[in-house]
């Protein structure tokens, strides 16, 4: 064998982690790794911009994600620090300082997630209490279909927001009983909530303060069991000389 | 009808034309090398046409002679550069038009850039060198980790320039006329270094016998 062979022997196949870095870097394909959680397994997709998809870890979840934000999705070792954050943010329910890729969303739509992402671990607020925060009170069902399409599920906690009525409603990581087991993991008793919903209750106050709270506020639920003043609207607890709490903000 | 004879050689390598300028003229690479550039003009047409969708084909059209060549320049950083050198591919098409990509010699435009970013990260590390591992993480991969074979020591026998040389026309394939492109420098100097490169790369195998 003469030299120039021998040298081209030395041509060697490229290590997979190539191609994979290539993808990532030019933001052809996103990342994704397997995370435990409340519901089961989930995918955590993320790319430069930070996380972009929380979904189900089932065999079709890769599909279901280019389906919807068209790209490629590959299986990948997450950005450095971005691991223990993405724990720490399906565990509290909220982003913290993990950066979310909200570019699939709308301004409007991102606007609203991030208020929804202020909502307490183990607390609910409604649709409309959510479009009356982001300014736009005749807004609640564009929050609801907001909800829907929220890309971060668990990290943007949109299981803590009800429908206007109060009833738990829709979830769209498998649907309302995950909503329910989710909820319950935080401490919320859903069937409590489902029942002051059916009673049309909206506000829970306290009678030695004369303050009125959402129902799952922290200070609606140290209100002994003599005291509590049960309220259908917020004019109702206004009328009745009720001032609303400065945490829960009630309408 | 093929004459016999053309069957005959039809699977076996040829004998090879030692014309001392390198050039491989066996019809298996000259074969090999239509495929490969009709590839390459398809592929100048699809990147135009739909960049996103035809990148990943130019990436696999292209990483392992990249790699395999920046493996023998920047043994230690073969892998980081050849990354990055595809995303900066990727940044500087998104920003061309068709006409242009469609205009681009991918084969050597590629080492262009790669060599371009070999040369900064050797300099800054010149300026804050730190320790490069004798085993790299990928070593299980690397058909060679630790140059048992002692290529590394013989092409380190070459002149910068002549090194180049060498490996872009023999390990990564890259024709005369690309190499002269790609480093900026006459196709006779080219040929030149080739034929003096591989002149003492053969004088240090006898020495090792």
Not at chain 1, 178 to 191: F, S, V, Y
Not at chain 1, 207 to 230: K, M, Y
Not at chain 2, 110 to 134: E, F, Q, S, V, Y
Not at chain 2, 195 to 203: M, P, S
């Given at each position: 064998?003469?030299?120039?062979?021998?040298?081209?022997?030395?041509?060697?196949?490229?290590?997979?982690?190539?191609?994979?870095?290539?993808?990532?870097?030019?933001?052809?394909?996103?990342?994704?790794?397997?995370?435990?959680?409340?519901?089961?397994?989930?995918?955590?997709?993320?790319?430069?911009?930070?996380?972009?998809?929380?979904?189900?870890?089932?065999?079709?979840?890769?599909?279901?994600?280019?389906?919807?934000?068209?790209?490629?999705?590959?299986?990948?070792?997450?950005?450095?620090?971005?691991?223990?954050?993405?724990?720490?943010?399906?565990?509290?329910?909220?982003?913290?300082?993990?950066?979310?890729?909200?570019?699939?969303?709308?301004?409007?739509?991102?606007?609203?997630?991030?208020?929804?992402?202020?909502?307490?671990?183990?607390?609910?607020?409604?649709?409309?209490?959510?479009?009356?925060?982001?300014?736009?009170?005749?807004?609640?069902?564009?929050?609801?279909?907001?909800?829907?399409?929220?890309?971060?599920?668990?990290?943007?906690?949109?299981?803590?927001?009800?429908?206007?009525?109060?009833?738990?409603?829709?979830?769209?990581?498998?649907?309302?009983?995950?909503?329910?087991?989710?909820?319950?993991?935080?401490?919320?008793?859903p069937d409590l909530l489902e029942q002051l919903a059916r009673r049309r209750v909206r506000f829970i106050g306290s009678d030695t303060t004369?303050?009125?709270?959402?129902?799952?506020?922290?200070?609606?639920?140290?209100?002994?069991?003599?005291?509590?003043?049960?309220?259908?609207?917020?004019?109702?607890?206004?009328?009745?000389?009720?001032?609303?709490?400065?945490?829960?903000?009630?309408? | 009808?093929?004459?016999?004879?053309?069957?005959?050689?039809?699977?076996?390598?040829?004998?090879?034309?030692?014309?001392?300028?390198?050039?491989?003229?066996?019809?298996?690479?000259?074969?090999?090398?239509?495929?490969?550039?009709?590839?390459m003009h398809d592929l100048n047409h699809r990147l135009a046409a739909n960049l996103d969708e035809a990148f990943p084909e130019f990436v696999s059209a292209m990483r392992d002679p990249l790699y395999s060549g920046m493996r023998r320049l920047q043994?230690?950083?073969?892998?980081?550069?050849?990354?990055?050198?595809?995303?900066?591919?990727?940044?500087?098409?998104?920003?061309?038009?068709?006409?242009?990509?469609?205009?681009?010699?991918?084969?050597?435009?590629?080492?262009?850039?790669?060599?371009?970013?070999?040369?900064?990260?050797?300099?800054?590390?010149?300026?804050?060198?730190?320790?490069?591992?004798?085993?790299?993480?990928?070593?299980?991969?690397?058909?060679?980790?630790?140059?048992?074979?002692?290529?590394?020591?013989?092409?380190?026998?070459?002149?910068?320039?002549?090194?180049?040389?060498?490996?872009?026309?023999?390990?990564?394939?890259?024709?005369?006329?690309?190499?002269?492109?790609?480093?900026?420098?006459?196709?006779?100097?080219?040929?030149?270094?080739?034929?003096?490169?591989?002149?003492?790369?053969?004088?240090?195998?006898?020495?090792?016998?």
């Amino acid at each position: 064998m003469n030299i120039e062979e021998r040298l081209a022997q030395l041509k060697t196949a490229a290590p997979d982690t190539i191609t994979e870095g290539v993808m990532l870097g030019t933001g052809l394909a996103d990342g994704y790794a397997v995370f435990d959680s409340p519901i089961g397994d989930v995918i955590v997709a993320f790319n430069l911009n930070g996380v972009s998809a929380v979904d189900i870890a089932d065999s079709r979840a890769g599909d279901r994600f280019t389906g919807r934000f068209h790209r490629k999705i590959i299986q990948a070792e997450p950005p450095r620090g971005w691991t223990d954050g993405i724990r720490r943010a399906i565990e509290r329910g909220k982003p913290g300082t993990l950066p979310i890729d909200f570019r699939s969303v709308t301004d409007f739509q991102r606007q609203v997630l991030e208020e929804a992402a202020r909502i307490p671990k183990g607390q609910v607020r409604p649709y409309l209490w959510l479009a009356q925060h982001v300014g736009r009170p005749n807004a609640a069902r564009a929050v609801g279909s907001t909800m829907a399409r929220n890309p971060v599920p668990l990290i943007v906690p949109c299981h803590r927001v009800v429908r206007s009525d109060g009833h738990i409603g829709e979830y769209s990581l498998g649907g309302p009983h995950q909503k329910r087991t989710l909820l319950e993991h935080e401490g919320i008793n859903p069937d409590l909530l489902e029942q002051l919903a059916r009673r049309r209750v909206r506000f829970i106050g306290s009678d030695t303060t004369h303050i009125f709270c959402q129902p799952t506020c922290s200070n609606a639920r140290r209100i002994t069991a003599n005291h509590r003043v049960e309220f259908h609207a917020g004019g109702q607890a206004a009328d009745a000389g009720y001032r609303p709490c400065k945490v829960c903000q009630p309408a | 009808m093929l004459p016999a004879g053309g069957l005959r050689n039809a699977g076996a390598r040829p004998d090879r034309c030692e014309t001392g300028s390198g050039r491989d003229t066996s019809y298996a690479t000259i074969r090999a090398n239509v495929g490969f550039y009709s590839l390459m003009h398809d592929l100048n047409h699809r990147l135009a046409a739909n960049l996103d969708e035809a990148f990943p084909e130019f990436v696999s059209a292209m990483r392992d002679p990249l790699y395999s060549g920046m493996r023998r320049l920047q043994p230690h950083d073969a892998e980081d550069l050849t990354q990055e050198a595809f995303i900066r591919a990727y940044q500087a098409l998104k920003t061309y038009d068709p006409d242009r990509i469609r205009a681009l010699k991918l084969n050597g435009w590629i080492w262009t850039i790669a060599l371009n970013l070999g040369r900064n990260h050797a300099r800054n590390k010149a300026r804050r060198p730190t320790p490069a591992p004798l085993l790299d993480r990928h070593g299980v991969t690397d058909p060679d980790p630790v140059d048992i074979h002692g290529w590394d020591r013989r092409l380190s026998g070459l002149s910068p320039v002549q090194r180049k040389t060498v490996i872009l026309r023999f390990i990564v394939g890259l024709t005369n006329r690309e190499i002269s492109e790609v480093l900026d420098r006459p196709e006779g100097t080219v040929k030149a270094d080739i034929h003096r490169g591989l002149q003492r790369l053969r004088k240090t195998m006898e020495e090792e016998q």
